[in-house]
């Protein structure tokens, strides 16, 4: 009893209040969304810069630059290749795009690394997909506009216009594989499954209608499409590959680092740069 009136007369001790405030969480959405005025001011102020001088630029005036970074999942089949996500803006001065720094690769990793928050909430903006898909299983790739538009907007627009081209989920459904298969041998067998069936050999002195023999070979030309899809590149993507060779300014996957460990690379070697991300249009 003696006890349990020690213990009901002893004083409680008094929790000591934490002055120390706790950090918000970073708010990936609210960043990307302050983005937007300032990628149109970037832009919008080396336009206005290359109207007034053209090509009489001092090594001050500071110019943008507009790249493509695409997205895609180490680990998600389904997003096994590149998608673009977002576009940055990147202003220089004049005199530092020609210094030994000019090769984008060099200040490519630092910036997709500082900014990671904000091209993976644009990537579930632009893509239901990403949704899934963990911050730290997502690969990133960056090339310069003009590059992009030549060797991924204009090639693709072009295959699409002519229907020459589908996705390897409906390649996958055409030669009636299941959705995450990447066997090459299965591929191939189920290609050649398919394509007999649908042969002009083996309707060899069977008379058949003029739809009957369209019908045919718009089947075989889906199941000939279909493989080609699902072998281009030999498991390579074919995002990277088009444009083949003469496409170099595209870099992917882009290294990681840090978010302060690129923090300290661009304060030190890149003070001038200043960049701003926007989400890609679905369409």
Known sequence: AAGMGMATASKKKSKKKDNKTKKAPFDAAASLLKMEKKYEKLCSDSAKLIAQKEEDMDDSDVLSRDYIIAARSSRSKSISDWVPVAQIAVARPFGEWNNEYNDDKAWTAPVVSFYCREISQAAVYGANQFRSVARQDLEYSMECMESFEKHVYENFNEKKENENTISKAQARKILELPNDTNDAKEIKSSYRKKS??????????????????????????????????????????????????????????????TISEAKAILESKFRNLDCAIVGLDPE
């Open 196 to 257: 007999f069936g649908v042969h002009p050999d083996r309707f060899v002195g069977v008379e058949r209608t003029a739809q009957e023999e369209k019908a045919s070979n718009d089947a075989l030309a889906q199941i000939q499409l279909a493989y080609e899809t699902l072998s281009s590149g030999n498991g390579e993507s074919w995002y990277a590959s088009l444009g083949g060779k003469e496409r170099t300014e595209f870099i992917g996957p882009i290294e990681f680092m």
